[in-house]
């Protein structure tokens, strides 16, 4: 009934830029958190930055200061800014929001996107 979509993966050099976009779709009442995870082969699935409905933010340290989180209301979509990208920042990242449905109104859903593969590599 809702689902999240990401965009904006894909190869880059050390050094560089690439901006994620995830848009929420469906019978959505509101959206509460929203964040970006994302899972290394061989590694377990870790928070890299967070937004809240009011606009506060959280990060993971590795990225403080490279990354950033935002997201546009209206459109029911959250972006990760994502500078001076690592090799070490390479994984399949992940769109995450908590939502609140037209169907089932008062209770919460977390959702999951498919994942966005980011390859940082010369």
């Known amino acids: 009934q809702v689902q999240l979509v990401e965009s904006g993966g894909g190869l880059v050099q050390p050094g560089g830029s690439l901006r994620l976009s995830c848009a929420a779709s469906g019978r959505i009442f509101s959206i509460y958190d929203m964040g970006w995870y994302r899972q290394a082969p061989g590694k377990q699935r870790e928070l890299v930055a967070a937004?809240?409905?009011?606009?506060?933010?959280n990060y993971t340290d590795s990225v403080k200061g490279r990354f950033t989180i935002s997201r546009d209301n209206a459109k029911n979509t959250v972006y990760l800014q994502m500078n001076s990208l690592k090799p070490e920042d390479t994984a399949v990242y992940y769109c995450?929001?908590?939502?609140?449905?037209?169907?089932?109104?008062?209770?919460?859903?977390?959702?999951w996107g498919q994942g966005t593969l980011v390859t940082v590599s010369s």
């Open positions: 995450n929001a908590v939502f609140e449905t037209m169907t089932f109104p008062g209770k919460y859903l977390e959702v």
């Open positions: 937004i809240t409905s009011g606009g506060a933010t």
